[in-house]
């Protein structure tokens, strides 16, 4: 559903919270996700801070988890996601064959800061970009940005997240 890459560019505290689930994850994940008739198990959870409003952002860092993504889940909750996370800075692209529910899609930096987002239509294969180079997407319900007047330039805040946060704290 999304693209690939290892776990290089994933940021030291969030590579321990992933570690533990990797293996389990690769020997449970089916061949094939084109054919995916499931949702794939519950990731780890990291919480984000987007102003007064907290998000629960399952974390899909592994080729597989980003490709399965939210395929097939049939709700989220209010303030439930998924936060994807790639090794480089890229206009990634993200479509919707198999998921069910109507998403918006936050690109985000290294800094936390969105750049844009993009509200997706269940079972299309339209493609949704970045709008500049990135390493995150958060993938939640449709308009749940908007609805918290959250728009391009907004911030998401968790340092042990977002590289660009880390290294400021230090």
């Known amino acids: 559903?999304?693209?690939?890459?290892?776990?290089?560019?994933?940021?030291?505290?969030?590579?321990?919270?992933?570690?533990?689930?990797?293996?389990?994850?690769?020997?449970?994940?089916?061949?094939?996700?084109?054919?995916?008739?499931?949702?794939?198990?519950?990731?780890?959870?990291?919480?984000?801070?987007?102003?007064?409003?907290?998000?629960?952002?399952?974390?899909?860092a592994?080729?597989?988890?980003?490709?399965?993504?939210?395929?097939?889940?049939?709700?989220?909750?209010?303030?439930?996601?998924?936060?994807?996370?790639?090794?480089?800075p890229r206009a990634y692209c993200f479509w919707m064959r198999n998921t069910l529910l109507p998403l918006s899609i936050a690109f985000i930096d290294d800094d936390g800061r969105i750049v844009n987002i993009e509200d997706m239509a269940p079972r299309t294969e339209n493609g949704h970009c970045a709008k500049a180079p990135v390493r995150f997407a958060l993938e939640m319900e449709q308009g749940w940005f908007a609805r918290r007047a959250l728009s391009a330039g907004a911030k998401l805040v968790n340092p042990e997240v977002f590289p660009g946060q880390a290294q400021r704290r230090h």
């Open 1 to 60: 559903m999304k693209t690939n890459s290892g776990k290089r560019g994933v940021p030291r505290p969030l590579r321990r919270l992933l570690a533990g689930v990797g293996v389990a994850a690769i020997l449970a994940a089916p061949p094939g996700a084109g054919a995916q008739d499931a949702p794939q198990p519950r990731l780890p959870v990291v919480r984000l801070q987007a102003g007064m409003h907290i998000v629960l952002a399952e974390v899909a």
């Open 62 to 88: 592994t080729p597989r988890s980003r490709e399965i993504g939210l395929m097939m889940r049939d709700h989220l909750g209010p303030n439930e996601g998924m936060l994807f996370v790639f090794d480089q």
